[in-house]
C-alpha cells in the first residue's frame, strides 16, 4: 500500500490520528508498532487460566469530563457503570481512599461532622498555615494533617517514588481529593466505565478500515526493515508518538522514568480482596498495591474458586524497562526543553502522546490531544496544504 501518513505507535494518540485519517478524509495510513500487538500501554487479554481480562500494563480506569472524548469513544465501544473505589491497608486495617470522613472517622475513631473534621484537620495543618507548600510533604501535610499524612501517604508516596517526598513536586499528590463527606469514589468526573467488552475490541473497533495498514514487531528505529526513520522522515507526513529521547538519539541525555514490576499469583479462591484494587500504606510491606482484575468487570462470569491477583512493586526505568511515569526531574525539565526545540526544527514529523511529549496522560487526555492534533495540523494539511507539524501548538 502506498501510505498517505505513517503512525509510529499504537497506544490511543496514534489510534486516534489514524482512526480519523481513514475515516474522516479517507486517507492510506500505515502504522508500525514494536511489539506484537496494538493498542500501547491501554492493551489487555484474557488470563489462560480463569479467562479474567487483564490489564497488562497496568490498571486501566477509564473516566473523562470531557464531553467531545466522550462522544467520540462511545462510537467504538459501550461502557459498563464499573465506578472505581480504592481501599488502603494501614496497620492490618482498612480504610477507604481518597480520604474522605469515612477514613477521618475511622482513623480517630469517632463521629465527626463535616465541619468538626474540617476544623480538626485545619487545626493539624496548623504548623504551615500562611506558607505556601512547594514539595509533597509541605502539600501533604497542609491539605490533611500530619497524623494522616504519615499514615497514608508518606511511606506510601516513598515507595512508589523512592525518592523523600521533600524532595517530589506538591502536584503529585494535588490530583488526589479531599472529602468531608462520605463519598469514596476515585474519580471526580461526569463519565467513568469499563468498556464492556474489553480493551481489545475497544482497540481494534478503531482501526476497522481496510486503508488502515498495521505491522507489528516493527521498530521505526531498526534500519533493517524498510519502515525506519531514515527511509520515511521527509519523504512522508510522520507522526510519533514513541519516545522523545530516543527519536533524537539521547543528544540532550535520557528523560527518567518510574516503571512498575508486576508479580502476578493465581489463588484457588473466588475472592481474594473483595474490591479491585488495596493499596497498602505502610513501609514494611514492600509493594505499593494489589490489583485483583476480576472486580472490575462484576458483570462477566468468571470461574468460581480462582482468582488472579497482581502486586505491584514501583522502581526507577533502566534502559530494557517499560517507561510507565515520567519523573520529571530538574536535569529532566533541562533536557526536555532542547529536544522540543529540537523538535520544532522535524517539520514533517508530529510528536504526540505520553512518550512523545514526556507526559502522564490519562487516556482520555491522550484521545483529546489527539483529536485536537487531528483539527489543527493533520486535517488543515490534507484538506488545504498547511503544513503539516506547526510545533509551537502541537508541542507546548
Ligand atoms: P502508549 O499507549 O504508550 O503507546 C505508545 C506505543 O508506541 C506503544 O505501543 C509502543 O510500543 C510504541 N512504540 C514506542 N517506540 C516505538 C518504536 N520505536 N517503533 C514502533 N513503535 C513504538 N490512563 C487512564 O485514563 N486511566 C488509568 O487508570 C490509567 N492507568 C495507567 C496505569 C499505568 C501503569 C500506566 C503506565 C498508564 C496508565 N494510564 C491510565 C495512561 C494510559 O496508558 C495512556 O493514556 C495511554 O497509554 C496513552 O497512549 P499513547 O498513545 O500516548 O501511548
Ligand atoms: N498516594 C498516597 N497514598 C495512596 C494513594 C496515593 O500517598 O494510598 C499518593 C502517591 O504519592 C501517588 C499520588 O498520591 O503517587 C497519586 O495517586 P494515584 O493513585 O493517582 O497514582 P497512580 O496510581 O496514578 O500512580
Redesign the pocket.
Known amino acids: 500500500m502506498e501510505a498517505d501518513i505513517v503512525i ?8 486516534t490520528i489514524a482512526e480519523r485519517c481513514a475515516n474522516e478524509l479517507g486517507l492510506k495510513v500505515l502504522m ?4 506484537n500487538h ?6 489487555s487479554e484474557a488470563d489462560p487460566e480463569t479467562g479474567i481480562e487483564i490489564h497488562k ?7 473523562t469530563s470531557n464531553e467531545k472524548v466522550w462522544k467520540y469513544v462511545n462510537q467504538f465501544t459501550s461502557f459498563t457503570n464499573y465506578v472505581h473505589k480504592v481501599y488502603t491497608n494501614h496497620k492490618g486495617e482498612v480504610f477507604p481512599m481518597p480520604i474522605n470522613l469515612g477514613t477521618i472517622n475511622q482513623f480517630f475513631r469517632a463521629a465527626y461532622t463535616p465541619d468538626e473534621a474540617k476544623a480538626l484537620i485545619a487545626e493539624q495543618a496548623g504548623e504551615l498555615a500562611g506558607k505556601d507548600p512547594e514539595n509533597l510533604n509541605d502539600k501533604g501535610i497542609s491539605l490533611i494533617g500530619r497524623p494522616l499524612y504519615e499514615a497514608f501517604i508518606k511511606e506510601y508516596t516513598g515507595k512508589q517514588w523512592q525518592t523523600d517526598p521533600k524532595n517530589l513536586p506538591a502536584s503529585i499528590i494535588s490530583r488526589l481529593p479531599v472529602r468531608y463527606n462520605y463519598d469514596n469514589r476515585y474519580f471526580n468526573d461526569t463519565y467513568e466505565g469499563l468498556p464492556t467488552n474489553g480493551y481489545t475490541a475497544w482497540i481494534n473497533a478503531m482501526v476497522d478500515n481496510p486503508n488502515i495498514e498495521i505491522k507489528t514487531e ?4 531498526d534500519e533493517s526493515q524498510p519502515y525506519n526513520k531514515a527511509a520515511l522522515v521527509g519523504k512522508i507526513p510522520v507522526v510519533y ?3 522523545l529521547d ?1 527519536y533524537f538519539d539521547y543528544s540532550e541525555g535520557k528523560l527518567s522514568w518510574r516503571t ?1 514490576d508486576f508479580e502476578t499469583e493465581h489463588l484457588e479462591v473466588t475472592d481474594f480482596q473483595g474490591t479491585s484494587v488495596m493499596n497498602y500504606a505502610d513501609a514494611e510491606i514492600n509493594y505499593t498495591r494489589i490489583i485483583e482484575p476480576r472486580h472490575f468487570h462484576p458483570e462477566r462470569e468468571y470461574p468460581e474458586g480462582k482468582t488472579v491477583i497482581m502486586r505491584e512493586f514501583s522502581r526507577f526505568a533502566n534502559e530494557d524497562d ?1 517507561p ?2 515520567p519523573i520529571n526531574s530538574d536535569d529532566d525539565r533541562t533536557a526536555l526543553l532542547a529536544y522540543r526545540e529540537k523538535a520544532k526544527q522535524e517539520t514533517d514529523v508530529l510528536f ?5 511529549t514526556y507526559q ?7 484521545i483529546g490531544s ?1 483529536l485536537t492534533a487531528f483539527e489543527n495540523l493533520v486535517a488543515p494539511h490534507f484538506r488545504d496544504g498547511a503544513p503539516f507539524a506547526a510545533k509551537e501548538k502541537a508541542n507546548d
Open positions: 509510529v505507535g499504537t497506544g490511543f494518540f496514534g489510534l508500525l508498532e514494536k511489539r496494538i493498542g500501547g500501554n491501554a492493551y500494563y497496568g490498571a486501566h480506569l477509564f473516566h516493527t521498530d521505526f528505529f508518538t514513541g519516545p530516543r512498575i517499560e510507565y511515569y504526540g502522546g505520553r512518550l512523545g502522564y496522560l490519562d487516556m482520555h487526555m491522550a489527539a
